[in-house]
Each structure stands twice: as structure tokens, then as C-alpha cells.
């Protein structure tokens, strides 16, 4: 699926037959890719096939990159066709393992939420929130969203703001504030009749669609292709012609950080590194019919790896290590 294809236009059917396709040629990324293809599932309205691929993955649990999170998602796939008792169960179980992944917590809180289970739901956030937060204001972008679904749930509930809602208050960067995006009496200023309540809310719609259409304006970063020092030599090495776009390491990881920044100062955002072996490229030149030495086979094969989920984001988070494996963090190393 393109990036610039409209929603209403993806026969979400056939998108997760080609996803399942895809994971056969490439086992090592069946996780990412089968994950996709049952969102496609559930989007069509095939639920019992996503719970099928859910327990697929489960089965070879002791492969999976993050277990807890094909746990949730089966329990809220569940859920929504009538599955309430075994649902509760896997959510009982996400909870009890608590994973140090946010994304697992924020699936299985928006399920209660979203069953009218709002007490349940808060008290999900919070345990999430009591793990994975640091003492820090500046949490990782990734916990933001627990964050975000913990105010939205009080808000809901009527309690009062504390430390974490205020945090949440102030990561937010949207035009609108969280109270008023959060507010539960929002609804009802729909059937007004006054037009300037009417506007205001048209105002606050906009500025919410205008986040989820970024956030979804393209599904894979824009990607650029990383070598660590082994892979790179013996690439060079089967492929001499490549010298010519790799003439040393230390200035391929150079070349790498440059290209990211230029991109960033150029508004792009989405912006992610890919990390290459000789074998998978070569079984990628294969599949093209290019021979491996044609230089612009590369770009090709980075965005192939970003779309099967294989990018790490850039720049790397705070405190996290840099991309280039070198064991420093990012901000003493090439962020310096």
C-alpha cells in the first residue's frame, strides 16, 4: 500500500494476503509484517482471521520480539466480536507481566476505555505509568501516549489533575489543549445551536485531524542505510565496485549523520537508519535482477527494509545509545 493512497480506496483483504506473503519470503520480519496484516484483517471486518494470525504468532512465542504486545492486541481484537471473558483474561495477564514496552499497556487500557470500563482503564495508565516513567520531565516519546490516555481517562471520570496529568499538560504540543480534547462534554456541543460553539468545536476537530494525519502520513520512515564495519568490508570486498560509495567506514557512519541532519533541517520528518547484511542484499539484488554492484540498487533496498520494519528512528532517544553500535550515547558520539 502506497503511502498517498486513500483509506477508503486499500481493499485491506488483499493488503493482508500480500502482507502474509511478504512474511514468507522474510521470516525474520513475520512479526512486524503479520501484525499488519491483522490490523488489515480487523479493518475489513474479519476479526476471527486476526485472532487466527494473533495465535499464529503466539505460537512461536519464544521468537517474538514483543509477545505482550500480540497478547493485547488479540485481547482487544477479542473483545470486539464477543469475546469479553477471554479478553479480560489475556488483559488480567498483560497487566500481571507488566511489560516494559508502553505500547502493550496503551492497548489494553483503551480497550477497557472503550468498553465503558473507565475506572479499570485509569488504574491500567497508572500502573503503566508508575513503571515506566522516570523521575524525569522528560519522559520517552514512546510513554507519551500513556500519558495522553491516562488525562483523557480522568478527564472522563471527573478526577483531578496531579503531577502526571500536568506532565501530560505540558508534552502536548497541539493547538488545542488536552482539557478541551479530553473534555466529555464535547459531544454535546455538536447539537448546539449556537454557531460560535459550533465553530470553536469544528476548530478543535481540524487541529485533532490534523495530528492523526501527520502521525499517518507515511508508514515507514524515510530511511538511510547503515553498514556496521564487518558487513561493509566483505561487501566491498565480494563487490569492488561499491568502493567508489563506501571508500572507509568512519566516513560512511560520517556520511550517514550528515544525510539524516540535511534531511531534518529540510523539514522531513519520519527519519530512520536501516541496518544491512551482505546476504540480505544480495538476496534483494536477486529479487530485482540487478546485479549487487549497481550503486542504485542501495536506496532501493534501505526503503525495502524500512517498509518490512526494520528502521530504528533518528535521532535516537535521550540517554539512548548511538546507532552506530559503537556501545557510547548518541549525544557523546555522533549526536555530539
Given at each position: 500500500?502506497?503511502?498517498?493512497?486513500?483509506?477508503?480506496?486499500?481493499?485491506?483483504?488483499?493488503?493482508?494476503?500480500?502482507?502474509?506473503?511478504?512474511?514468507?519470503?522474510?521470516?525474520?520480519?513475520?512479526?512486524t509484517l503479520l501484525l499488519r496484516a491483522a490490523a488489515h484483517l480487523e479493518?475489513?471486518?474479519?476479526?476471527?482471521?486476526?485472532?487466527?494470525?494473533?495465535?499464529?504468532?503466539?505460537?512461536?512465542?519464544?521468537?517474538?520480539?514483543?509477545?505482550?504486545?500480540?497478547?493485547?492486541?488479540?485481547?482487544?481484537?477479542?473483545?470486539?466480536?464477543?469475546?469479553?471473558?477471554?479478553?479480560?483474561?489475556?488483559?488480567?495477564?498483560?497487566?500481571?507481566?507488566?511489560?516494559?514496552?508502553?505500547?502493550?499497556?496503551?492497548?489494553?487500557?483503551?480497550?477497557?476505555?472503550?468498553?465503558?470500563?473507565?475506572?479499570?482503564?485509569?488504574?491500567?495508565?497508572?500502573?503503566?505509568?508508575?513503571?515506566?516513567?522516570?523521575?524525569?520531565?522528560?519522559?520517552?516519546?514512546?510513554?507519551?501516549?500513556?500519558?495522553?490516555?491516562?488525562?483523557?481517562?480522568?478527564?472522563?471520570?471527573?478526577?483531578?489533575?496531579?503531577?502526571?496529568?500536568?506532565?501530560?499538560?505540558?508534552?502536548?504540543?497541539?493547538?488545542?489543549?488536552?482539557?478541551?480534547?479530553?473534555?466529555?462534554?464535547?459531544?454535546?456541543?455538536?447539537?448546539?445551536?449556537?454557531?460560535?460553539?459550533?465553530?470553536?468545536?469544528?476548530?478543535?476537530?481540524?487541529?485533532?485531524?490534523?495530528?492523526?494525519?501527520?502521525?499517518?502520513?507515511?508508514?515507514?520512515?524515510?530511511?538511510?542505510?547503515?553498514?556496521?564495519?564487518?558487513?561493509?568490508?566483505?561487501?566491498?570486498?565480494?563487490?569492488?565496485?561499491?568502493?567508489?560509495?563506501?571508500?572507509?567506514?568512519?566516513?560512511?557512519?560520517?556520511?550517514?549523520?550528515?544525510?539524516?541532519?540535511?534531511?531534518?533541517?529540510?523539514?522531513?520528518?519520519?527519519?530512520?537508519?536501516?541496518?544491512?547484511?551482505?546476504?540480505?542484499?544480495?538476496?534483494?539484488?536477486?529479487?530485482?535482477?540487478?546485479?549487487?554492484?549497481?550503486?542504485?540498487?542501495?536506496?532501493?533496498?534501505?526503503?525495502?527494509?524500512?517498509?518490512?520494519?526494520?528502521?530504528?528512528?533518528?535521532?535516537?532517544?535521550?540517554?539512548?545509545?548511538?546507532?552506530?553500535?559503537?556501545?557510547?550515547?548518541?549525544?557523546?558520539?555522533?549526536?555530539?
Open positions: 500500500m502506497r503511502p498517498d493512497t486513500p483509506a477508503e480506496n486499500v481493499d485491506h483483504t488483499a493488503e493482508a494476503a500480500r502482507l502474509e506473503r511478504t512474511a514468507g519470503l522474510y521470516p525474520e520480519d513475520a512479526e479493518l475489513s471486518g474479519d476479526r476471527p482471521a486476526a485472532t487466527t494470525l494473533y495465535d499464529r504468532l503466539l505460537a512461536s512465542a519464544a521468537g517474538l520480539d514483543n509477545p505482550a504486545l500480540v497478547r493485547a492486541l488479540k485481547a482487544s481484537n477479542l473483545w470486539e466480536y464477543g469475546h469479553e471473558a477471554e479478553a479480560r483474561a489475556i488483559i488480567e495477564g498483560v497487566r500481571t507481566t507488566a511489560p516494559r514496552d508502553p505500547a502493550p499497556w496503551v492497548i489494553v487500557a483503551e480497550a477497557l476505555e472503550s468498553h465503558d470500563e473507565l475506572e479499570a482503564a485509569e488504574q491500567t495508565f497508572t500502573e503503566a505509568a508508575r513503571l515506566l516513567l522516570p523521575d524525569s520531565a522528560n519522559p520517552a516519546p514512546a510513554t507519551h501516549p500513556v500519558l495522553y490516555g491516562r488525562h483523557r481517562v480522568r478527564r472522563m471520570l471527573g478526577l483531578p489533575h496531579d503531577d502526571w496529568d500536568t506532565l501530560a499538560d505540558t508534552l502536548h504540543t497541539a493547538p488545542v489543549s488536552l482539557d478541551e480534547l479530553h473534555d466529555p462534554k464535547r459531544v454535546w456541543s455538536l447539537g448546539s445551536d449556537n454557531p460560535a460553539e459550533l465553530e470553536a468545536e469544528i476548530s478543535r476537530l481540524r487541529a485533532e485531524l490534523g495530528a492523526y494525519r501527520e502521525a499517518l502520513s507515511r508508514p515507514f520512515p524515510v530511511a538511510v542505510l547503515h553498514w556496521p564495519a564487518p558487513e561493509l568490508t566483505e561487501l566491498v570486498s565480494a563487490y569492488p565496485a561499491l568502493s567508489m560509495e563506501y571508500p572507509s567506514h568512519s566516513e560512511h557512519l560520517a556520511t550517514i549523520e550528515s544525510a539524516l541532519r540535511e534531511l531534518a533541517a529540510s523539514g522531513t520528518a519520519n527519519l530512520g537508519i536501516v541496518t544491512g547484511t551482505v546476504p540480505s542484499y544480495e538476496a534483494f539484488a536477486a529479487s530485482e535482477a540487478t546485479p549487487p554492484t549497481d550503486a542504485t540498487l542501495l536506496p532501493q533496498y534501505a526503503t525495502t527494509l524500512a517498509s518490512r520494519g526494520r528502521a530504528t528512528a533518528w535521532p535516537p532517544e535521550r540517554g539512548a545509545e548511538c546507532w552506530c553500535g559503537a556501545g557510547q550515547a548518541y549525544a557523546q558520539c555522533h549526536g555530539a
